[in-house]
């Protein structure tokens, strides 16, 4: 269909890059706030290491590999909020740029409007691979996390039973 002829082309153009702007936002929203729970768990963590004088305690030792797997988190989610920072502003400028094509579509040269429509196309792949690579890091940055509960409940479990034993 001729977007000429189709007045929701112009529209579809800036609106889904709009949505997608929004979604990458609130990612990294949340992967601020998990960023700052790393972080604050990372010192709670460090905080108790400084204060105990025995490191090579089974608690100090425990502590000390949360805190590395801890780090480990940090820098994923970093790397993510990084990714959705990238998407965010690519998002934005391929909706300028199509709102720009949109308004020069009457008077501009084709070799204008072809190279709108180039550096639109690439600031949406870039976003969008932007995206995708902050999704699948917080993938893994959940894995770490999940990971450290499922340790800390074994050796929860492990401490009852022994307890239940005696």
Do not use: C
């Not at 100090?60 to 994923?76: I, M, P």
């Not at 204008?112 to 196309?121: D, F, P, R, Y």
């Not at 792949?125 to 990971?147: F, H, K």
């Not at 340790?151 to 239940?164: P, S, Y």
Request: proline fraction near 2%; avoid cysteine.
């Amino acid at each position: 269909m001729d977007p000429q002829a189709n007045p929701f082309a112009a529209l579809s153009l800036i609106v889904a890059p709009a949505v997608l702007t929004n979604a990458s936002s609130v990612l990294a929203m949340s992967t601020s706030n998990r960023l700052a729970r790393a972080v604050d768990r990372a010192r709670e963590l460090a905080r108790h290491l400084e204060a105990t004088g025995d490191l090579s305690s089974p608690e100090s030792v425990r502590r000390l590999r949360e805190l590395a797997s801890n780090e480990q988190r940090t820098l994923l989610l970093l790397t993510a909020l990084r990714s959705f920072y990238i998407a965010l502003g690519s998002f934005a400028s391929g909706a300028l740029i199509a709102l720009i094509g949109t308004v020069t579509a009457s008077a501009g040269t084709a070799w204008v409007l072809q190279t709108l429509e180039a550096i639109g196309v690439i600031a949406g792949l870039l976003a969008v691979g932007a995206l995708v690579r902050g999704s699948i890091t917080l993938v893994r940055e959940t894995r770490i996390a999940v990971q450290l509960v499922e340790e800390r409940v074994a050796g929860i479990r492990k401490r009852v039973a022994a307890h239940e034993e005696r």
